[in-house]
């Protein structure tokens, strides 16, 4: 079996993630968190069913959707659950895009009278929304349908809640409730080397075990390896195109000073450049 530097798998895999939330065996899993994300509204979901991730347009020509994750719910709601490595241009645009899927599906029956079971979708994202920087302490967004003047839910049979994770900071010592309890362990869990004693709990104690990367076979290894090469690929192709950006932008800031006669004592000051970076600039 091949050789990884973490104990316990990386939950922003592909396979990481599947693994632990997208497998029959593990459905205790997601239905836990799932009631202690949305306990207040929706009382206690008692069961799940796993649907099928694929959807097709009505047409052709239509763009087809991929789910993550795609379950309902005892009563018929549907739950979208998506996991969102990077940045992605228009990712709000794609949750609202997803949501029409559940919505039309219910629209089969040959006498239909408009009524909807309520639709969720949930985003689990490793990185934070540009808008969103100036606001550190909050990392979780409900988003539904509101009259803008009285700020109440116009309708709420359509919730879309987005989880900004590199924002949540809670040390194990500072975890309150059991939704904490699992923020905690999503962002953490593959920095871990065993189950902390404040998360000795039959479902966390679950999860560690699904999660031990030593006791995968080769094939599950082999899948875990490739999920992770991804992962990692795409974050070291992020990480250069922001600093490829930032080194850009702080150059552009250079020039403009440049251009406007500050001394390169200044400029040094304003952009951290070296007086030798900001020489060749000038010239």
Not at 133 to 142: G, M, N, Q, T
Not at 170 to 194: A, E, S
């Amino acid at each position: 079996m091949t050789e990884f530097a973490e104990k316990y798998v990386n939950p922003f895999t592909d396979y990481g993630f599947k693994r632990l939330f997208g497998e029959e065996i593990n459905k205790d899993l997601l239905l836990d968190f799932l009631n202690e994300l949305l306990h207040e509204e929706q009382g206690k979901i008692v069961s799940l069913t796993y649907l099928k991730s694929e959807h097709l347009g009505t047409t052709e020509l239509d763009r087809k959707a991929i789910f993550d994750l795609y379950c309902e719910n005892e009563k018929g709601e549907k739950f979208i659950v998506e996991l969102q490595k990077t940045k992605q241009k228009f990712f709000k645009d794609r949750t609202l895009y997803y949501s029409t899927f559940p919505i039309r599906e219910q629209a089969k029956q040959a006498e239909w009278i408009y009524e909807l079971k309520a639709v969720y979708t949930i985003a689990i994202l490793d990185f934070v929304f540009d808008e969103d920087k100036d606001k550190p302490e909050k990392y979780r967004y409900d988003i539904k349908l509101a009259d803008i003047e009285t700020n109440k839910v116009f309708y709420d049979k359509l919730t879309f809640i987005y989880l900004e994770m590199p924002k949540f900071n809670k040390n194990i010592d500072q975890l309150v409730t059991r939704f904490d309890k699992w923020l905690y362990v999503i962002r953490n869990l593959n920095r871990l080397d065993r189950i902390p004693d404040k998360l000795r709990e039959k479902i966390f104690e679950k999860l560690f075990e699904t999660a031990e990367i030593a006791k995968f076979s080769t094939e599950q290894a082999r899948y875990y390896e490739d999920s992770l090469k991804y992962y990692r690929d795409l974050k070291a192709s992020f990480d250069t195109k922001f600093e490829e950006g930032m080194k850009k932008g702080i150059e552009k800031v250079a020039l403009n000073a440049i251009k406007k006669g500050l001394s390169i004592e200044d400029i040094i000051d304003l952009t951290g450049l070296s007086k030798e970076q900001i020489e060749r600039l000038h010239n």
